[in-house]
């Protein structure tokens, strides 16, 4: 069964930066993207940023675009989210998601989630 390794996160000021990274582990016969969505108590999850490992096509969300950058190693079936100038508003649990192909099938899978929290 493939998991989702998730690290980085943790406490940022306003204005700091901090790094996620996730790998897909187990028996994979390709990932298709991956990506990360953010999640605060009492909303929905949000998609935050994604890419295609094998376009390389990247797409963002508006609040985040342009302190925030996607980036993945297809080889390592690992994406990274390198967040810049951080706002208190960025404080959420981030969550790394993947489709991963299973040759005759796609599944979505989720890593447990990492705390980001930005406070003064």
């Known amino acids: 069964q493939v998991q989702l390794e998730e690290s980085g996160g943790g406490l940022a000021q306003p204005g700091g930066s901090l790094r996620l990274s996730c790998v897909a582990l187990?028996?994979?016969?390709?990932?298709?993207?991956m990506g990360w969505y953010r999640q605060v108590p009492g909303k929905d999850r949000e998609l935050v940023a994604s890419m295609s490992l094998r376009s390389g096509r990247k797409s963002y969300i508006d609040p985040v675009r342009g302190r925030f950058t996607i980036s993945g190693d297809r080889a390592k079936n690992t994406v990274y989210l390198q967040m810049n100038n951080l706002q208190i508003e960025d404080t959420a649990v981030y969550y790394c998601h993947a489709n991963i192909d299973y040759e005759l099938y796609y599944l979505d899978h989720w890593g447990q989630g990492t705390q980001v929290t930005v406070s003064p």
């Open positions: 187990g028996r994979i016969f390709g990932v298709n993207s």
